[in-house]
């Protein structure tokens, strides 16, 4: 995926950003119920994940990783992504295109995906008209909703534009 944007629609402001600090000090609490250990390596991972403002695969976080640190392998990297997925701090997303991307999972700064089929462009957007149908629903169907992912797939502006100077 070649860029983000991340902007609500109403308004034109850029969306709410995750809060760091937080998401860092609920993982260091899920790592020390766990018993797990603060690597130098682990450290370098998550403080350049963490730094990342896009949608990143685990090839694109190793290289900027090796940037810092040439031994870091690419094991260590996946295990790592995998232990910030399961403490709940980092969302997975699987946008059709055969990789898996992460970002910062805070829940008050909740958004949804438009994702470019064409050139990859990924754009985050807020909706809450889509989020107060998602809850009717559910209380309709006696559902409790505990997480939702919104995606739409399709071509963006750019890329439609790009088709029809084409033709």
Known sequence: ???????????????????????????????????????????????????????????????????????????????????????????EHKFGDGFTRYELSDDDAHHDHLICMECGKITEFEEPAIEELQQKIAKRHGFQVRAHKHEMYGVCADCQAKARARR
Not at 43 to 57: C, P, S
């Open 1 to 91: 995926m070649k860029s983000v944007e991340a902007h609500s629609p109403h308004s034109g402001k850029k969306l709410k950003a995750p809060d760091a600090e937080r998401l860092r000090a609920d993982l260091e609490a899920y790592m020390t119920r766990r018993g797990l250990r603060s690597t130098e390596q682990r450290r370098v991972i998550i403080d350049t994940f963490f730094g990342t403002a896009e949608h990143i695969t685990i090839d694109t976080l190793l290289r900027e990783v090796r940037a810092v640190d040439a031994r870091v392998g690419y094991a260590t990297v996946y295990r790592t992504m995998k232990l910030l997925t399961e403490s709940g701090v980092v969302q």
